[in-house]
Structures are given as C-alpha cells and as structure tokens.
C-alpha cells in the first residue's frame, strides 16, 4: 500500500478516537437528567417554600402623600420595589410627644396583610372603607403599620394573581417586611404580622419562610389549610360562592399546577413542597387564631385544625371562637380587636395586657 495513504489513514483513525473519548467524557448521563428533572418538580419550583426561602428580599419604603391621622400617629401614602413594580400601601407612624415616648430600639411594628378585595376595586386610602376600622386600633397603640397592596390592586403595578397558587403576594409582602425592617424609627427585632382570610394565609407562608423575622402574628378566618383542603373541602364546607372575577383568577393558576403536577392525591411530594402547613415545626412566633364561628365564607374548621397543628409541634398557640359572627367577626369586633392587641402588647411590647 502506498505509504501517503496509510498515513492518511491512520491520522483519519486518530482523530475518529479522540472524538470519541471526547464526546464520552462530556456527555451528561441519562441517569443525570433524570434526578435534576425530579428535583427541580419538588424542591425548586418556585412556589416550593424551599424555593422561596432561597429568593433575596430587599427593598426600601419611600414615603409619599400624607393623610389625614389620628390624634396620636401619622398616616401617609407609601410605596416600595417588589420584583421590579411599585407597590403602594398605607403607612402609619407614632407622634411622639410626652405620652407616647419613642422606644430607644424603635417602635414596634406590624405588617398589615388584607383579605381579597376586587383588585380593581381595591383603594389604599382607608376613607373609603376597606378595614378602616382596623388599623386605627393598632395606630392609636404605639404601632407602626404598614398595610401592603400587593400588585395590582389598587395602583399598585403589575398584574394581579392571587395567593394560593400563586407566590406573588408573598413575595410582595416578604419585600414590605424588608422595607420594615429598614424603615427609620422601626424596631427590626420587634415586628408582628396580623393576616385576614387570604391575608392569613400570606402570613402563614410568612412564617414558615422567614421565620427568624417575625415575633407574634395573628391571623382572622385564615385560609390556613392544606392544599387538599383548599382544593377539595373549600367550597363544598360553606355557603359563600366568590365572586367570577376572584374564582376565575384562583382557578387559571391552580389549572396550570394540576395539569403540570397533577393532583395533591396523585403527586403529594409537591404539593407538600409548596404547603407552609407541612412547615409548622419551623415556626418560631407565638400565633392568635381567630375566627367566627358562623363564618361562611373560609371553613372554621381550617382554623382548628391548624391551631391542632400548631398544638401537635408544641408552638405557643391561642385560638378564640366567636359564637355567632361572620368571617370579618363583626358581632364581636371589639373583643377580637382587643385579643388581638392584646397579644401584640405581650410578644412585641412586653408589657401584658392594657
């Protein structure tokens, strides 16, 4: 054989085993693939409280328009930075003066978390109604407030999509806690959470996902059950029928997980992952639970069977159950606005009861 072409031939040999070895070495395995694809389906899904845990919140309060206050605190219009959109929310701050004394370490602070209102109806001023009767409780109280809109209510921006299957509210409420946290005059170490119906059920994630940054929350006819409750016991356990426009927004997201993951029966693992009910022995604040005992609208039995939950993992637990009243507690608003106060004097305060 002529000598050029066994040269040639053998170069063309060479060059066939190197890209073999070479493909061999950096070709990922199938097994490889595999395992990453079952990891990212449960522990780094978005909603996972996992994934959340992970995420960096920081964010600053700039205030805005003043309001008119009360006798004793300020109020203003504010807003903060949450995933690249400004959201507003309603901000009170004591007055100092000769009774009223400023903390050295400042005050103490509670991040306001409201239920589902229409978006599109929703106002950040209080004058319209929308718990007006609700802050002032804790304002008049020596308490910064700080009421998030969460976006797209109101003018907040961005488009709205709830809390349940969904992790955008909490992490605009997870940014308005670090905006607290800065916020001149705030104590850092003292700041307590009050959460109602789908606000209750942000201030649950809250707690499980920052839990070394909450001191005492307390939570009013909380949505506060696991997601089997949530999607199977819900409806079918009150009267109440949610209006089209919150059902319709609850439902888009929960369709896209079940079609994705399938069902809390079929693929538990994941609905676990992003359940902060599967969560209760990370909590480290005291909780208040209260709820009406004709509520029609959120099952009482979500509530008492969290407050067994948090009893189980031997948590520092109340639960109050008022014979008679709805799912804001009107018929008793007095008395679970004082429970409620009350147990913020104890756990932010030290001071006990009023």
Known sequence: MNKRVVFTLAIIIVLGIGALLIANKTAPSASVQTTTSSAENKNTHPLSIAAMRQRSYDS??????????????????????????????????????????????????????HGYINPQTYQTDPSVGQYASYLPVFAENGYVVFKPDYRGNGNSEGQPEGAYYSNAYIIDDLNALSALKKYSGVNP???????????????????????????????????????DDLMNHWQRSVSYQPPPNELALRNRYRSNLIQQYGTPQSNPAFWQSIDPTYFVSDI????????????????????????????NAHKTAEYFEYPGADHNISQSFSDAMQHSLDFFNIYLKGGGKI
């Open 189 to 227: 170490n003292k700041i307590g959470v009050w959460g109602h119906s789908m606000g209750g059920n942000i201030t649950l994630k809250d707690l499980v996902i920052r839990p070394n940054d909450i001191k005492a929350a307390v939570i009013w006819g909380g949505v506060v059950g696991s997601y």
């Open 60 to 113: 600053s309060l700039v205030v805005g328009q003043r309001l008119p206050g009360g006798t004793n605190y300020y109020q203003y219009i504010a807003f903060y930075m949450s995933d690249g959109l400004k959201i507003y929310g309603l901000l009170t701050v004591p007055i100092e003066s000769s009774t009223q004394v400023k903390p050295k370490s400042g005050w103490p602070t509670i991040l306001f978390n």
């Open 284 to 311: 480290k604040a005291p909780i208040q639970l209260d709820v009406g005992g004709s509520d029609e609208e959120v099952p009482v039995t979500f509530s008492k069977s969290f407050y067994q939950k948090l009893q």
